[in-house]
């Protein structure tokens, strides 16, 4: 365990520093949201977060940790799906808010939990898989996006919250 452990602290570090090159701006300097527009990949992320006003939400101090899924994740989801959620603002906010935990969850944390509590209200699962991390069945691409209001972790899936 301490193996891996270690193996996740210089994987993060490692993300951290490549990220922080991509970026006009320090990642620490910049907010979440404007770490994850810099990004280029986050762009259906910002454009939902937009349309349901969350956009300010997250721009405030913190700390969050966001589990972003990319583009990529995005089209993954079928259109008529996707056509629902805009159309009907509280589902998307809720989608949205699922992909958000209070406070700062680090790969290094990760180990010690097995879920966390959404601003949606509901939990997602953390799972360590080989050298895997995965939050209910998305897996972490890129950990330790740090941002000036705390951290973001690329996801390859769109993190769908349990109905009622």
């Known amino acids: 365990m301490k193996r891996l452990l270690s193996l996740i602290a210089v994987a993060a570090a490692a993300v951290s520093l490549a990220a922080g090159g991509a970026t006009a701006r320090p990642a620490a300097q910049s907010d979440i ?7 280029g990949q986050f762009k259906t ?36 799906t996707l056509n629902a959620l805009l159309a009907n603002k509280a ?8 992909h958000v935990v209070a406070g700062t969850v680090t790969a290094a944390d ?9 601003l ?3 939990k997602i699962r953390i799972r360590v898989s080989g050298m895997n991390v995965l939050v209910n069945q ?3 691409t890129k950990a ?6 705390g951290v973001i972790h690329v996801v390859n899936r769109v993190l769908i919250p349990p109905a009622g």
């Open 144 to 149: 330790d996006v740090m941002a000036s209001n």
């Open 33 to 39: 949201v404007q770490t994850a527009v810099a990004a």
């Open 138 to 140: 998305a897996k972490v």
């Open 110 to 118: 990760v180990a010690k939990l097995a879920s966390a509590k959404t």
């Open 45 to 80: 992320l910002a454009k939902l977060l937009t349309r349901a006003g969350l956009v300010s939400a997250l721009e405030q101090p913190g700390p969050y940790t966001v589990f972003a899924p990319t583009d990529a994740a995005f089209a993954k989801v079928p259109k008529k």
């Open 91 to 98: 589902k998307l906010k809720a989608v949205l808010l699922y």
């Open 120 to 122: 949606q209200g509901a």
